[in-house]
């Protein structure tokens, strides 16, 4: 008896030294490093730009020679369900596969546990159509916005696949490709379909964010592409080997949207 | 004898006096003419400055904006024509939309709040970044526009000049652009004149044309720019090309087959007319409008039964819509390469 109450005060002052150490540890007031990583794969197995082939549901096989897209306004939020949402001016990321470190995004936020994070997949509307002053950093259409800006229909390309496949019909340069662009933020001056997409991702279950200074968590997502084809509506190269500003671009951002999981987080 | 060659040398001097400071002096700025609404471009994010607007100028007469640095704005948006591609149906180039398109005017870009003809672009100041980059066009890229304005000898001093600091941008690039851009105004043709009394009158055509267009070609060409800005199906065939105009940018079935309406102002220099290029001469434009008018989707029905209209008629329009040239424009010096 007198050894079990032992325990319980041994391990109740335990969890009370352990609680005690964690929230003395944060400063809310300091901001600290925060990265997100993308992780492309293709159902089991990694992405290799141009080398290797995949497989979608409907049973074409295609390579990824292109993966890039744009994630921004990004929202954090805290275990006791406070929300930290990172500025506008530094809240704009475009993810490239092809360039080495651009599947990372480097935030700052304020101390603390998280336990979600949400973030737009695209550009909002009101980006879409700000003063050309303020598309500056990746939104700038003279540097890394280049191939992702739509110059003769004003709008940024939210996201870009392409490869190739032998089931896609033979294009005008010779070859068998696929491509897709998918962008649309609902119109200027006419309606038009809006593909911005709010992607929310929740940490608790494979490990929430600790954010202090002197630490580098990292969330660790995994972003399947085959999703982008398969799904609601399940993408057939062969009969669509070009989505872009078509109605049918809906469908393939209805499907892109549920490719992110969360794997871990390293603390 | 001697007094008469006074009058003449005085005479002389002042008109050399006159000239030398309507180019070295006059810089007014930005005017709305006492004739035109309100301008609907965003003038206070981009106020046009002597500065900006000389920068502006020269970038758009230079063929550094292009890949092989041979092709400037003003190759395709000639002065002379109103700032259209005189003779060209539609820019070089083919299988590309860009290249399938008749230049339009540069003119009173100010009160036009969507560009392109299917209004595709909706911001004067992201306008260049298309012909730029469009590879039946300037074959560019913007941020080798950038390098090479850095790198030159005289730009970093212009924009010094114009935005206070020589640090070159992408978004200084193109408000110096729409700042020369906004400042071609056509306002003082004949028309205009007559409708602020100054000292101008129309002919007994020029008047009854003017009733006819105001009668039939309003409210799609409507006064004073003679463009309600609207995006219509003016009943012309549909093109071997199939281009949707409008719908290209909205994706909505509605759209399909409408275009920018065109304002009639320099019309009698912008030849050949409509988006493709098709119609060389004002009289076969108005032969579609009185017997070829085509029932394709979304016709305007304004147009449905075509606008009846005799040979006299025609000849009437016509003489008014000379009355709508603007030779001020087309030669003023200010607006021409330096």
């Not at chain 2, 000898?153 to 924009?159: D, E, I, T």
């Not at chain 2, 320099?266 to 009185?290: C, I, K, Q, W």
């Not at chain 2, 025609?314 to 709508?324: G, P, R, S, Y």
């Amino acid at each position: 008896m007198k050894r079990i109450f032992s325990i319980i005060t041994a391990s109740s002052l335990f969890l009370i030294a352990c609680e005690k150490d964690v929230s003395s540890q944060y400063n809310p007031s300091a901001s600290a490093d925060l990265s997100v990583e993308f992780d492309h794969i293709a159902g089991g197995q990694n992405v290799l730009l141009g080398t290797t082939s995949y497989t979608n549901a409907a049973g074409e096989s295609f390579t990824i020679d292109m993966l890039k897209y744009f994630v921004s306004n990004i929202k954090l939020t805290k275990t006791d369900g406070s929300e930290y949402v990172v500025p506008q001016d530094s809240s704009y990321f475009l993810v490239d596969e092809s360039v080495s470190g651009a599947n990372k995004i480097k935030l700052k936020v304020p101390e603390g546990e998280y336990k979600n994070i949400s973030f737009v997949l695209g550009v909002d509307s009101l980006r879409n159509t700000m003063d050309i002053s303020q598309r500056t950093g990746v939104l700038d259409p003279a540097g890394t916005a280049a191939g992702m800006y739509w110059s003769w229909n004003s709008g940024y390309i939210f996201f870009k696949m392409e490869g190739t496949s032998p089931q896609a019909p033979v294009d005008g340069t010779g070859n068998r490709k696929y491509r897709y662009h998918i962008g649309g933020f609902g119109g200027y001056s006419t309606p038009m379909f809006n593909n911005i997409k709010t992607i929310t991702i929740d940490l608790t279950a494979s490990g929430i964010a600790k954010i202090k200074t002197g630490r580098t968590p990292n969330i660790h997502l995994m972003v399947d592409v085959l999703k982008v084809l398969n799904g609601t509506t399940n993408v057939s190269i062969a009969a669509n080997p070009t989505v872009m500003v078509s109605p049918y671009s809906v469908n393939i951002a209805n499907n892109y949207v549920s490719m992110f999981s969360h794997d871990h987080t390293e603390n | 004898m001697l007094r008469k060659h006074w009058i003449v040398l005085a005479l002389m001097v002042t008109g050399v006096y006159a000239c030398h400071k309507e180019t070295m002096d006059i810089f007014a700025g930005f005017q709305k003419p006492a004739n035109f609404p309100e301008p609907v471009y965003h003038f206070t994010t981009n106020p046009v400055t002597k500065d900006g607007f000389e920068l502006g100028r020269k970038l758009f007469y230079d063929p550094l904006l292009s890949r092989n640095n041979t092709i400037s704005c003003g190759s395709c948006h000639i002065q002379t024509s109103a700032f259209t591609h005189h003779g060209h149906d539609v820019s070089h180039g083919i299988d590309d939309r860009l290249g399938s398109r008749n230049s339009p005017a540069i003119m009173n870009l100010a009160w036009n709040p969507a560009l392109m003809w299917d209004g595709g672009i909706f911001d004067l100041d992201l306008q260049p970044i298309a012909p730029v980059t469009n590879h039946v066009e300037m074959d560019e890229t913007m941020e080798n526009v950038l390098t090479k304005l850095k790198n030159s000898s005289v730009y970093p001093a212009l924009f010094q000049r114009a935005f206070g600091s020589d640090e070159i941008t992408t978004a200084k690039a193109l408000k110096a652009l729409s700042q020369f851009m906004l400042m071609c105004v056509s306002s003082n043709s004949k028309y205009d004149k007559v409708k602020r009394n100054e000292n101008e009158t129309f002919t007994a055509d020029e008047q009854a044309g003017y009733q006819l267009v105001t009668q039939k070609c309003s409210p799609c060409h409507k006064e004073p720019l003679f463009t309600d800005n609207s995006f219509r199906n003016n009943g012309i065939a549909i093109g071997a090309n199939d281009d949707k105009g409008r719908y290209m940018v909205t994706v909505t079935a509605g759209d399909e087959y409408k275009f920018k309406v065109p304002s009639l102002r320099n019309v009698e220099l912008t030849a050949p007319y409509m988006h493709d290029g098709r119609f060389y001469t004002l009289d076969a434009v108005l032969d579609h409008y009185s017997s070829h008018i085509q029932q394709t989707p979304n016709l305007d029905p304004l147009l449905s039964a075509g606008i009846p209209l005799s040979a006299a008629e025609k000849t009437q329009i016509i003489a008014f819509l000379k009355t709508l040239t603007d030779r001020e424009f087309t030669s003023n010096r200010l607006l021409s390469e330096q």
